[in-house]
């Protein structure tokens, strides 16, 4: 595995007060576009909207925006350029993180064969994200941090251990059986300005938006969008809730791919708002506290890996999956979910951030399965640690080592590309970036 550094250099900014703002915009494409998830489906219309809500944190000279995205995943690299530069140019913003709920009712990013009507939307939702940054950037005020923890009980691990030691898919659990491994922790960071008042609310938490199925032709946030509605409800919309998808790789709703005949408008409604009440109930708990020394620290590397598979095998069972009912729409199918590179090494960016030296999040370009967010929190060398999947890319699933070698979805199909251990690397990126911030790993040997 080779490593290269894409930000080679740390940023900490000492300064009186740490600052923030947020700001919010709708990027609801209008219909006929093709849906992310499933086969491609099109869209007829819009059940709810979709959003895309920035947090903009800064310290002295130095600015981060964390932007949350009801996505199925994040836009392409140059697209992510694009809003970089932007953030960058305008705004003196270091460095832009952005995450994507994964979202299986929203639209399918540009891809080499997209419609013009695609091409069109992401032009127009990158220009309206970059306003976003810049609107939030042009506002932040005095504010403190504070985070606290629940539990809910929304999913199961999709991914059953028979007899014989193969995995096999269990996509819907609607009597709640329990499955392991889970992570049913619900990380809240809430930003206060210096009054108390809430700026921010920002949720992380594991579990796939996929309560819908494929039957479902409108655009909807899923449940993250009912749950981010009712925490704001809550709070009579004073803060802006946003939602960060965890490591959630090998993670259901208990109620996953409901018919809309089965009224799965109900069951999106039920799974959003029990993970939204827990989030009432410890938001109103944490006391946000001013910090005497506020620091922003950044980095994001450039992984290699290695294509686990024989290029030609790989395409051979990805043109023989039954996923695909149409054999004319494999290829945009592949362009949506697949490498860019089949064969070739891949190059992930894994990102680490560092609030006030207590707050550490790390973000992947992809499905990483649970594990990894546990392996992580255990990991880090700071109280507290956040996970985002979904993160500045996509490459397809991480599986455990061990996950890839029982197999079933997500651990051995053609949507898992990436050398058996990336996953495992990429934590190790983010817990020695985390202690190099802290200062306990110099550039001159002792």
Known sequence: ??????????????????????????????????????????????????????????????????????????????????????????????YVLLAASHDHSAPVIRTPSSPPATINW???????????????????????????????????????????????????????????????????LRVDALNGSPIAI?????????????????????????????????FDHKPLCMFMQGASGDINAFYSDIPLAQDAVKWRDWTGNRLGQEVIRVARKIKSEPNTNPSLDFHEDILTFHFRWDPVKFRQAFDASSEIENPEGRQPYYEAYGPLSPGADQHLPVGTILINK??????????????????????????????AGYANGYNGYFPTIVAATRGGYGADGFMTWLQPGAGDAMVDDAVVNVYRMLGRFGDDPR
């Open 202 to 234: 920002l949720v992380n938490y594991a579990c796939h938006p996929v309560i819908f199925g494929s039957d479902n032709q409108q655009y909807s946030a899923d449940y993250p969008g009912v749950m981010t509605r009712v925490v704001e409800e809550a």
């Open 358 to 387: 207590q707050i550490a999040l790390m973000a992947v370009p992809g499905e990483a399965f649970v594990n990894f967010q546990i392996d992580w929190r255990n990991r880090c060398p700071v109280e507290h640690c956040l996970f």
């Open 122 to 188: 992401e032009k127009g939702a990158i220009e309206k994200i970059e306003h976003a940054i810049d609107e939030a950037s042009g506002h932040v005020v005095p504010a403190q941090i504070g985070i606290g923890y629940g539990i809910a009980y929304i999913g199961h691990n999709r991914l059953r251990v028979e007899a014989n030691g193969d995995a096999s898919f269990f996509g819907q659990n609607q009597t709640q059986i329990p499955t392991s491994p889970i992570d049913p922790t619900v990380s809240i």
């Open 1 to 94: 595995m080779i490593i290269g550094v894409l930000l080679s250099a740390s940023h900490t900014s000492r300064a009186v007060t740490l600052e923030a703002a947020v700001a919010k915009v709708d990027i609801t494409p209008g219909p006929g576009l093709p849906m992310w998830g499933y086969s491609l489906r099109v869209a007829t219309g819009t059940m709810d909207p979709l959003f895309a809500r920035v947090l903009v944190l800064k310290v002295e000279n130095t600015k981060l925006a964390i932007v949350t995205l009801d996505l199925g995943r994040t836009f392409g690299e140059a697209s992510i350029a694009t809003i970089r530069n932007a953030a960058r140019t305008k705004d003196d913003i270091s």
